[in-house]
């Protein structure tokens, strides 16, 4: 699976949209963009994830860029609750394949 | 809708003695894994079960550890015998395998505690 790189930490101020870049630029062509985040002491929980084209659900849209080597993960409206560490995982569009979780993005939204 | 569900939350034991982890995946779902997540190593893939075969162990530290899943809702994970470098939260995971592409969904997992 392709290298992500993520900063270690951003803050965001409650009720603006939380940006999160990532990296991806060795990333194959069957490779789909995934984003998990982690609230402390739970489990990571699946946001988002695409190959090409842009995606958007009820939690936050996810930004490809045309050559795919980077993406950026939007929160539009960042609450307290979204203070978590981002994950963004290049994975193989196959069953079973591995994710990989690298250092991530700790995301603190500030009141 | 229920999702993954992993028992205990929390287990305390000494070292030396047997601990088995139990998960139950999200119903219809075919595909299960088990990570842990340390401080030092992150979140790292243990075992992985398609349709309740085991596909993947390559990640399983050792033959202390030991994985089964005897139908397609309910999981275990069993350390025997256990030591404190076990300590660590144990997530199960699951998926609908049907081609690939589908995310996984994490239980709250295991903290696991070995003194």
């Known amino acids: 699976d392709a290298k992500t790189t993520q900063p270690p930490s951003m803050d965001c101020a409650e009720g603006r949209a939380a940006n999160l870049p990532c990296n991806h630029s060795t990333i194959s062509g069957n490779e789909y963009v995934y984003w998990y985040r982690q609230i402390h002491s739970q489990g990571p929980q699946y946001i988002i994830h695409g190959l090409k084209n842009n995606e958007t659900n009820e939690m936050a849209s996810l930004i490809i860029t045309e050559d795919r080597k980077s993406s950026t993960l939007i929160l539009p409206h960042a609450t307290l609750r979204d203070t978590a560490v981002y994950y963004c995982i290049v994975r193989v569009g196959t069953s079973g394949s591995r994710l990989t979780f690298g250092e991530g993005t700790q995301l603190t939204v500030n009141p | 809708d229920a999702g993954v569900i992993q028992s205990p939350r929390h287990e305390v034991t000494e070292m030396g003695q047997e601990v088995t982890l139990r998960c139950k995946p999200i119903?219809?779902?075919?595909?299960l894994f088990w990570y842990r997540q340390t401080m030092m190593r992150g979140l790292e893939l243990l075992i992985y079960f398609n349709n309740n075969v085991p596909i993947d162990d390559s990640g399983m530290p050792e033959d202390r550890f030991s994985a089964k899943m005897p139908n397609a809702s309910f999981s275990t994970l069993k350390i025997q015998p256990s030591e404190p470098r076990d300590s660590a939260v144990y997530f199960c995971a699951s998926s609908l395998n049907r081609g690939g592409n589908q995310p996984q969904h994490f239980g709250d997992g295991t903290r696991l505690s070995i003194l």
């Open positions: 119903s219809g779902h075919n595909s």
